[in-house]
């Protein structure tokens, strides 16, 4: 049995902090979906939208610690479930060993 | 008693588009922070980043219907909850008369 | 003869601004791309993607005043030049009477 | 003498693409910046944004090729001028070989 996770390292732009000075909370849905190109790769292998397979349910996030810019983050992406026809995932973002958000998607 | 609801008017950009040729699932969350900006100046009055006082613990959404560019949103954001030191927010994002999106936001 | 200048008022986001407490630079583009889904929808009016017309080829900003959140911003839009298949168009983004930024756009 | 050519690998992300099943124009000037990280730590050694010393006065992209989800782009930046107190940096942002866009900012 094999189980796949995918790491995707993000170097922080200084366009995804704001005002309070950290990385804003809209910017980690962004780095969630780019850390997800290997999963539409394995649906979609010609990156093509014209035939794009996956519609989004429902996402949530759980903020738990603060990211910052100056050093980069590791996003975590693994399959916690495959139905007939629908896929759950698990992602977790880290910054200097700290897990900072957990996220699933389905 | 009096309840609050909020209402802000959103024009969908080309930008917040994506190749499979709707609004992207990562716009929903700028928007959704966007029609915050009146709670935001309950809590801060200034609109001083020195003096923000809102941390996000927790966001989730549920993708109802595909939004189009094209045609104005709707996002609709009330208190769900108040309590000593937090703030439980309930969001929906309408389009054309149809419920788009649903978030709930600790 | 007429000349149409369209404006389109934007209110800032706090994704839209960055850590050093204004709104970012990357922002102004995605504002000033805002502003010209009038001139989209005179040669795409269906706004249908499959039909669009416009190719971008050349673009500036010029910086002139800082841009805060708080305060709504006006954006300015005009065509300087028909030519028989380019247009040239120039843009201004304005706050509190200030003007802030300059843009052209062929 | 020694001349600092900057060489950024980004990955596009889906979030960046838009409707027209392109990189949209304005994800450009987010990866030109991103790709100036190195420029910034010279001049703000701490990645702090109370030191922040720089400040954009014009920028100017010619957008020569499209750019498409799927593949890597490199983005160099070099120092093309150094004054009393002023900077001016060249951009270039490739793919597959070819010169996608040019970029000065001042």
Redesign the interface.
Known sequence: MVINMYKKII?P???E??????I????L??WL??AR?PI?KLFTP??S?DN?RM?????????VSQIY??TNVDVYTWVKRIGNSSLELDEEIHQSGTICALSNLK
């Open positions: 170097e732009r200084v366009s902090t704001d005002g309070v000075g950290h804003n909370n809209t910017t849905p962004v979906e780019a190109n539409f010609d990156d939208f794009w519609i989004i349910l429902h996402t949530s996030i759980d903020y810019f100056g």
